[in-house]
């Protein structure tokens, strides 16, 4: 199944910045990728793209099969709310307020209510192994132990695709490992994570890497291959690399089986909007 | 995790937004409050002094009115005066001398005391007083049951009994006294009215329902005959009724005292007057509750501000909170309830400031503290309809802001 899928993806900004030039990008589900790039290379813009925050100037955007272009404001707040999680290397914890409240308002905007959502953010912090730090607020927390805040935030909500915005770049090396084992470990139980990146290294240690330049897709290590599907093979408008690999996971993890359902929800999609 | 199937599955449309509870609503729009507290209590000062000034305005007007409701209870409403009026030539008429007997035999009437206004006897000090400085002190002849009818009350000495009342001995009333400087009463203070020396007895208060009596000198009925050349003619008769019957009453007991004549009859109510005189500072309390409108304003504009600033600042969290999910409208909705919650903070502040005015003017006149429960709760109100119309510029600011900004700072 494919998780995101931009086929001819361009965004322009006024004054004639092309960030984002043609690209071509396939995700599918249970994936976890590097986008590594540049400042300045457009990765940023990809990656409001991949999160739905902004609309294409021409092409189409596809998140787990909904047409972003032909979505409306609401609806677009409503498939946030749903299937991505973000993580900012900011964090953007709301100071003075605890870890399991913040991480619970990651499930605000779902229509669930405040129990549920206190019990669920627990447990969140559990997963990331923060759950004695339930009540201390983001001042009593390391840099390290902020980002798993906010990651768990992130996942409370089970999205089955979590962006990550150079999540370990404001941390030192022993946190960023700790934040990039975490991911790695949501990974493992199948939500497809996207990390957003200027660092090399980092980018290396993913199974898949995604290099843009220029608003250009400039290298991409390959798809990781989840079905028969032939267009699981990435195709880019730049220098195409193919590199096989195994799947990720043999079959769906138990977190992922309900996954299944979004692609009865997912519409066929309807002709392209340019905008 | 496990709970997210269920949910998705109880959708009818896949793509519908969740509308956020009340108490979400509430405590969304209160967080930005909570993290900057210096901020949002220096804001919502300006709605405070506001509404403080206007509730002020309204408890001292209405402690002042309790105070008079509770004067006039104690006066009584059910004291009618009666006096002459004028006869169909615009001449001065006379009451009948049979009048206080017929008023008196009504069902209703509780008390009749009646005075007679002795023309031509004029009140000094001493006889070396220039007759011209009278100061315009009258002198009557009274009852003895005057003060019950009045209900007035002695401040010094005492009133007229059974022996002074046939004896050249008075009582004076409040400002009469003052004129005549008699602040202290000894067996030789003595006034000289008509070509009398008269002994003071007694200085009444300040009587509020007969001020006529305020600037009189009170002498027995019978010396003022016998001495000042009184006619036993009365100028009023103060008429005590059965409280339940005043209304109804009031145009008989006129009709009682001159059968033939009823035109020639004015009665009135001087409580009427007292209700009067306060109506007459409530023009003044206008001016005052318009300046608190003004301060209202300000405060209005200061909480706009208050939040034009709060979006700039929270750029971060408005784009993250588009990031969780959250609407436009959901956006809109957290900017208003803050302005809303700081204003009307502002509000509960003011409202406790304005009855601690309230309070504190009330005691120190001596007067009931009384406040009306819709004046709190009005101001509360107003307070958060203002931050309403405060907050919309800048939650329509913050709900069009693109959402990508929180990803811009990185």
């Not at chain 2, 971060?316 to 609407?327: F, H, M, Q, V, Y």
């Amino acid at each position: 199944m494919t998780a995101v899928e931009f086929t001819g993806v361009s965004r322009h900004y006024p004054g004639g910045v092309r960030a984002l030039d043609e690209v071509d990008l396939r995700v599918e589900r249970g994936e976890m990728l590097a986008i590594v790039g540049p400042s300045g290379s457009g990765k940023s813009t990809l990656l409001n793209l991949l999160g739905t925050l902004d609309a294409p100037t021409s092409g189409s955007v596809r998140v787990f099969g909904y047409d972003v272009g032909e979505l409306g404001d609401d609806q677009l707040a409503a498939l946030r709310a749903r299937t991505i999680g973000f993580v900012f290397q900011q964090f953007h914890l709301a100071p003075n307020v605890y870890a399991v409240d913040n991480v619970a308002d990651g499930l605000l905007y779902a229509g669930v209510p405040a129990r549920t959502r206190v019990r669920r953010a627990r447990r969140a912090l559990e997963r990331v192994g923060l759950a004695d730090r339930a009540h201390h607020r983001p001042h009593e927390l390391s840099g390290g132990q902020k980002q798993r805040v906010a990651i768990a935030r992130a996942v409370v909500g089970s999205p089955p695709l979590l962006l990550a915005d150079e999540p370990t770049g404001a941390l030192d090396t022993a946190s960023g490992e700790a934040v990039m084992r975490v991911l790695r470990e949501l990974n493992e139980d199948g939500v497809t994570v996207v990390v957003i990146t200027h660092d090399r290294e980092l980018a290396d240690s993913l199974p898949r890497r995604v290099e843009v330049r220029d608003g250009r897709v400039v290298a991409d290590s390959g798809a990781s291959r989840e079905s028969g599907d032939p267009r699981g093979q990435v195709s880019s408008t730049g220098r195409v690399t193919h590199a096989s690999r195994g799947p990720t996971g043999s079959g769906w993890p138990r977190s992922l089986r309900w996954f299944a359902g979004i692609g009865r929800l997912g519409r066929a999609g309807g002709p392209t909007r340019d905008r | 995790m496990r709970g997210l199937p269920r949910l998705w599955r109880d959708r009818r449309s896949p793509l519908r937004p969740a509308r956020l509870s009340l108490v979400d609503r509430l405590r969304t729009g209160s967080s930005g409050l909570r993290a900057r507290p210096t901020r949002v209590v220096l804001s919502a000062l300006g709605i405070a002094i506001g509404i403080a000034a206007m509730v002020a305005v309204v408890g001292v007007s209405s402690s002042g009115q309790a105070e008079l409701d509770q004067r006039i209870a104690r006066l009584g409403t059910n004291l009618l005066s009666v006096t002459p009026g004028e006869n169909l030539f615009g001449e001065a008429a006379k009451l009948p001398e049979e009048a206080r007997g017929r008023i008196d035999r009504m069902p209703e009437v509780e008390h009749t005391s009646q005075v007679e206004q002795v023309s031509g006897a004029n009140v000094y000090r001493s006889d070396l007083v220039p007759s011209a400085e009278s100061g315009g002190i009258a002198a009557y002849g009274v009852d003895l049951d005057l003060l019950e009818a009045v209900r007035a009350e002695v401040a010094e000495g005492t009133w007229l009994n059974g022996a002074t009342s046939d004896h050249p001995a008075v009582v004076l009333g409040a400002s009469a006294a003052g004129r005549l400087g008699v602040d202290r009463i000894t067996p030789d203070t003595l006034v000289l009215i008509g070509d009398t020396y008269f002994s003071v007895v007694g200085v009444l208060e300040r009587s509020e329902l007969a001020p006529e009596l305020d600037n009189a000198a009170l002498v027995g009925q019978r010396i003022a005959e016998e001495v000042l050349g009184a006619k036993g003619e009365a100028s009023t008769v103060y008429v005590r009724i059965d409280p339940e019957h005043v209304e109804r009453v009031r145009d008989e007991v006129g009709r009682n005292a001159n059968p033939e004549k009823p035109n020639e009859v004015r009665v009135s109510r001087p409580s009427d007057a007292l209700e009067a005189q306060q109506a007459a500072d409530q023009t003044f309390q206008g001016l005052l509750l318009g300046l608190g409108g003004l301060a209202l304003l300000v405060g209005g504009v200061g909480v706009a501000n208050t939040m034009v600033i709060s979006v700039l600042e929270r750029r971060g969290e408005i784009g993250l909170r588009r990031a969780l999910g959250a609407t436009r409208r959901d956006i809109r909705g957290q900017f208003l309830v803050e302005a809303m919650a700081l204003s009307a903070l502002g509000g509960v502040f003011g409202v406790l400031l304005g009855s601690l005015a309230t309070a504190g003017y009330a005691l120190l006149r001596g007067w009931p503290v009384s406040l009306p429960w819709w004046a709190g709760a009005g101001a509360v109100v107003a307070t958060v309809a203002i931050g309403a119309v405060a907050g919309i510029v800048p939650a329509l600011r913050a709900a069009a802001q693109h959402p990508t900004e929180a990803l811009g700072t990185a």
